[in-house]
């Protein structure tokens, strides 16, 4: 199936907001100290759970982003595809940059892809009977993202130069600050499990 770049530069555009508000709320809500504190005492097993999801989802999210435009022969929406779809009369130094750019996201993006084929997309063996995953920090997980979104922007600006185009990682705003609001609210009023401050 053929897609328009503008087709591929939407979807696109549209997962990298969604993983960036993944990582806000990662950020707010469970890496926070004052996140990691409220949730513990309110609903931990439930918290845990949105937690791991929502870690899944990122990651799941940033991999199929990074894949190559072809895997198995099946077709990706990925960062590599968006930038080959570029129109062939483009500049060749910028065409080099991006494809520079697109090299070094996919060599930061190795430890995330690796977590997706042994622990999320399949059960590998190795992992599955006790050998250990290297652990991806939401440092790296942060950068993965921030270079996707960069080269989303730059590519949006070459196809459309006349229109502004917010960066991918601003796109949703709030929820994770408003949740610790209310449930530290809750806890206060719940026989003083927090103290008012």
Do not use: C
Not at 24 to 34: C, F, Q, R
Not at 47 to 72: C, G, M
Request: hydrophobic share 45%; charged share 25%.
């Amino acid at each position: 199936m053929s897609a328009s770049i503008a087709d591929l530069l939407e979807y696109i555009h549209r997962e990298v907001a969604y993983a960036a508000f993944g990582v806000k709320v990662l950020d707010t809500v469970y890496i926070a100290p004052e996140g990691k504190e409220i949730m513990e005492l309110s609903a931990p097993g439930f918290f845990e759970i949105t937690n791991i999801a929502l870690q899944r989802d990122v990651f799941l999210a940033l991999a199929r982003l990074t894949d190559p435009p072809k895997t198995s022969g099946f077709e990706n929406i990925s960062i590599r595809r968006l930038v080959n779809s570029l129109p062939a009369d483009l500049d060749a130094a910028m065409r080099s940059g991006l494809d520079a750019e697109v090299a070094e996201l996919e060599k930061r993006a190795e430890p995330v892809r690796e977590w997706r084929m042994k622990y999320l997309a399949h059960n590998d063996l190795g992992r599955g009977l006790g050998e250990a995953l290297a652990t991806v920090s939401i440092e790296v997980v942060r950068d993965v993202l921030h270079r996707i979104a960069a080269i989303v922007t730059e590519v949006g600006r070459i196809m459309n130069p006349q229109r502004y185009t917010l960066p991918a990682e601003v796109m949703h705003v709030g929820g994770g600050k408003r949740l610790l609001r209310v449930l530290r609210q809750g806890l206060e009023k719940d026989d003083g499990i927090l103290g008012s401050e």
